[in-house]
T-cell receptor, first 112, second 110 residues
Framework: SQTIHQWPATLVQPVGSPLSLECTVE??????LYWYRQAAGRGLQLLFY??????ISSEVPQNLSASRPQDRQFILSSKKLLLSDSGFYLC???????????FGQGTRLTVV | DAKTTQPTSMDCAEGRAANLPCNHS???????VYWYRQIHSQGPQYIIH???NNETNEMASLIITEDRKSSTLILPHATLRDTAVYYC???????????FGAGTRLAVHP
């Protein structure tokens, strides 16, 4: 069966520090991959999605970037965190040609 | 992308059916209706989807009107654990991007 791993579960980082969040999927190949952010009390914002290795679509201009170095690995990065980057970050995957998505447990990031 | 309209919040008594409406009056012929829910502090969970026929699974039923301009998600016997934000999303088949709206906050009361 398919599983999605996302870590760490919680993270506290100082302003100006770098960020790297990793997400991996097991049990499937060639998935669509997504990064979402949810600020406190707000809705889910799609940040990036990818349909293949090296193919990244950015939905919102911001301080973050994403990469997909392997088929089932999706990384969210920042060179210098801002206070406004705080939030709940979720990775998800869906089969190709489907919007039935499966989400990881999320990373709660607090920038201080 | 077709847009959806959902009530901001709804209440339901435990054990009763919860009927969550969604309006998607601009839906196109190749667009599916998807439902997800997000329980507090967790990632969204896929519930069900359909094109034109009514659908049922172990979690819920999806009723789509004949003109496909609206749909209703039915939780037949709501429990306290069904308290969550429910999202209705319309996407073409094979579409890769998944955008969430504001959803409906369902509160199930004892």
């Amino acid at each position: 069966s398919q599983t999605i791993h996302q870590w760490p579960a919680t993270l506290v980082q100082p302003v100006g520090s770098p960020l790297s969040l990793e997400c991996t999927v097991e049990g499937t190949s060639n998935p669509n991959l997504y990064w979402y952010r949810q600020a406190a009390g707000r809705g889910l914002q799609l940040l990036f999605y990818s349909v293949g290795i090296g193919q990244i679509s950015s939905e919102v201009p911001q301080n973050l970037s994403a990469s997909r170095p392997q088929d089932r690995q999706f990384i969210l990065s920042s060179k210098k965190l801002l206070l406004s980057d705080s939030g709940f970050y979720l990775c998800a995957w869906s089969p190709r040609q489907s919007t039935e998505a499966f989400f990881g447990q999320g990373t709660r990031l607090t920038v201080v | 992308d077709a847009k959806t309209t959902q009530p901001t919040s709804m209440d339901c008594a435990e054990g009763r059916a919860a009927n969550l409406p969604c309006n998607h009056s601009t839906i196109s012929g190749n667009e599916y209706v998807y439902w997800y829910r997000q329980i507090h502090s967790q990632g969204p969970q896929y519930i069900i989807h359909g094109l034109k026929n009514n659908e049922t699974n172990e979690m819920a039923s999806l009723i789509i009107t004949e003109d496909r301009k609206s749909s209703t998600l039915i939780l037949p016997h709501a429990t306290l654990r069904d308290t969550a934000v429910y999202y209705c999303i319309v996407n073409p088949g094979g579409y890769n991007k998944l955008i969430f709206g504001a959803g409906t906050r369902l509160a199930v009361h004892p």
